[in-house]
């Protein structure tokens, strides 16, 4: 697992799905950091690059391997919102049970006040980024934090492009080519063309015969084989968008029961679809949280959920289907971390 020096936490895109001032300023910091020479994590650029295609996974694998962590905000809401709450509230956590005994949380805020903080920031370094030098003091406390000297920055790796990529594209320039040689010598065929049933000749009988009718059958000139293999046109069914929203009232069917909340990701048709977050309206509720992969409004894949069972709040990490827990899967207890069943799940219970 990669070790990084700083994570920072921000909240991405607001409820158009548009660039938060918040994600401007977080990657401002990032590249600021990442000129100094610090291993630095954020999720819109290291998850693409580290390859993850499992987003609450990466996040959480990130959290647990980085060494201190930076809270960027533009206002209250949008530090308490979604991954944003749950990053820096996880790291907290981590802090207060001694299990990261020497990490720390540091702010960076902007257009807001620093009293305008969650209350369980304020304990910890804040930083106004409208200030001149802010990001070079911060930088300063993370250096003292990490009790290093300022790394220097590695060399970029070297772009390696694999040699199945290389003979793929080899194979389909020969073919181009190959298509711009025969066409020349192999005639393009006409339009397809159609002649309708029609009468050609109707004689009087001379004898006794019947009268004799020819008639020609509805044909079609179809294109050659070889042009339909160099032919591109081609028609495709329009593709179905799929549209990132924030906050988005829905009910949620799991195992444990009915939820009624807000979702934060993408929805097609109205429904949850791909990667997305789940946080009940009430906190008494059966299932208080999930995060990870949906399909058709319901949890499908893998994915991590907060709920209660038997007046005891759990937490499981694992494969769903169709809102149940079902394939490998992990649950244990929220208070102490004690694992109840390690294994594998039907139907939203435990095969033993």
Known sequence: ???????????????????????????????????????????????????????????????????????????????????????????????????????????????????????????????????????????????????????????????????????????AAALVIAGLLLRPILPWPPEPTTTTQQEITTE????????????????????????????????TKPAVTALRVEDLSVTVKFDVGTCNGLYTGYVVNGKPEGQGDFTSSFSFAMCTSYSGEWENGLPNGEGTAFYTYNAQDHKYVGNWKDGKKHGSGTSTHVSDGTVCYKGQWKDGKSVN
């Open 204 to 235: 009087e009988p001379t004898t006794t015969e019947r009268p004799t009718t020819t008639t020609t059958s509805p044909t079609t000139t179809t294109t050659s084989w070889i042009w339909q293999f160099f032919d591109t046109t081609t028609t």
């Open 1 to 171: 697992m990669e070790q990084w020096h700083v994570f920072i936490s921000y909240k991405h895109t607001d409820k158009d799905g548009r660039d938060t001032k918040d994600y401007k300023l977080a990657r401002e910091f990032y590249d600021y950091l990442r000129s100094k020479g610090l291993q630095v994590f954020l999720s819109s650029v290291e998850l693409k690059n580290m390859g993850q295609a499992k987003y609450a996974k990466g996040i959480d694998d990130a959290l647990e391997s980085s060494a201190h962590l930076v809270a960027v905000g533009c206002s209250k809401e949008h530090f308490e919102s979604g991954y944003v709450d749950y990053e820096w509230r996880s790291f907290h956590t981590e802090i207060i049970k001694k299990q990261k005994p020497n990490s720390k949380i540091f702010l960076l805020y902007k257009d807001m006040k620093d009293t305008e903080l969650p209350y369980a920031l304020r304990q910890y370094q804040a930083f106004d980024a409208s200030e001149k030098d802010s990001f070079e003091e911060l930088y300063e406390y993370i250096i003292n934090a990490l009790g290093q000297a300022a790394p220097t920055p590695p060399p970029p790796e070297p772009t390696r492009i694999p040699w199945k990529w290389i003979l793929i594209g080899m194979l």
